[in-house]
């Protein structure tokens, strides 16, 4: 005799008894179902979730190989849902370490750390589409993603500094920037009496 789901959900627990109620109506197999016990599946971390950082890689991966086949159309659509789909999820993580402020450091600072990853991952895109737009001699496309990724980035880091350099290259700018401090111009001296 077969127990009934409805009985096991109350006698066991959590995903144990949803594994187990699924193995018996729908013929899980015991592989799958030890498998549930130990390590649950968490469907936001596979890759054919769109909330996921897999999915945006996974989307960058095939940009790269429309690239390679100078297929820049499905390059540019790619790119597209990459950038949108890392810069929801840097959102997400900042308004999650937000809310952890003075609550839980560690949630905090995680949540904190995949907003910044998320956000160099999306900086990346953009980086990756304004080259796409520059190939296709289309700047006007170019240089609003170029300014992004230094707002984001800063002239200070590589890739703002990479960002700058096509803005140069474009004609954008008129001068060019190799990494140095600033400097202020030098006071006129007084004049002599």
């Known amino acids: 005799m077969v127990a009934s789901p409805h009985f096991l959900r109350f006698t066991l627990g959590g995903w144990a008894a949803a594994a187990l109620s699924v193995a018996l109506v729908g013929g899980m197999s015991g592989a799958a179902l030890a498998q549930s016990d130990t390590e649950p599946v968490r469907p936001l971390n596979q890759a054919s979730s769109s909330l996921s950082i897999a999915s945006g890689q996974q989307l960058m991966t095939e940009a790269s190989a429309a690239i390679a086949e100078q297929n820049y159309d499905l390059a540019e659509e790619k790119l597209k849902q990459a950038r949108e789909s890392f810069n929801e999820l840097s959102t997400y993580y900042q308004e999650l370490a937000q809310l952890f402020v003075g609550v839980d450091t560690q949630i905090n600072r995680s949540n904190r750390e995949k907003a910044l990853e998320t956000a160099q991952l999306r900086d990346q895109a953009s980086y990756q589409l304004a080259l796409v737009y520059r190939s296709q001699d289309q700047p006007n496309e ?7 990724i230094l707002r984001s980035q800063q002239p200070t880091r590589e890739l703002g500094q990479r960002a700058y350099q096509q803005l140069f290259e474009l004609g954008f700018v008129d001068e060019p920037y190799a990494g140095r401090a600033a400097t202020t ?9």
């Open 142 to 148: 170019a240089v609003p993603l170029l300014m992004e």
């Open 185 to 193: 111009p030098a006071e006129p001296e007084a004049p002599a009496e």
